[in-house]
């Protein structure tokens, strides 16, 4: 009987490690990020405001369905790794290699994601970007 309740204590207390290491990776989220990148010589719309919280809290959306670090094809980044800026792989200007344009990356993210779950906005810029 002892080693069992001992047994029970030990996972208890693992579990609770490891929901406070979570608590201290999700404290170190942003609630929003905007998205303005300033290698764009001229912009045709304003920033875009992303509701980090809400994609993830409240959308359900995992945190490598944005962020990515592509090996051999393959998604490698996973919660926990650097968030690298988007612009060190994908160019403003041009393509490299498989990585597309920088506004390509995230309209297509973005745009697909929305399309693919039915909600948020798809088509109108204003729905997304701020007012110049």
């Known amino acids: 009987m002892r ?18 290491a979570g608590l201290l990776v999700a404290a170190e989220v942003p609630d929003t ?12 719309k304003g920033p875009v405001t992303l509701d980090h919280k809400k994609h993830s809290a ?22 926990g790794d650097a968030v690298q800026k988007c ?3 994908h160019d403003p200007k041009k ?20 399309k693919a779950k039915g909600k948020g906005p798809e088509k109108k810029c204003g729905e997304c970007h701020a007012e110049k």
């Open 3 to 20: 080693k069992k309740g001992l047994v029970l204590i030990c996972l208890a207390a693992l579990i609770g490690v490891i929901c406070m």
């Open 33 to 44: 990020v905007t998205i303005q990148e300033k290698a764009f010589e001229k912009f045709k």
């Open 58 to 79: 409240e959308y359900g959306v995992k945190c490598d369905e944005c962020h990515h670090l592509y090996k051999d094809g393959k998604n490698t980044w996973k919660e």
């Open 87 to 89: 612009s060190e792989c």
């Open 95 to 114: 393509k490299n290699g498989e990585a597309p344009k920088l506004q390509n990356a995230f309209h297509s993210n973005c745009k697909d994601c929305h």
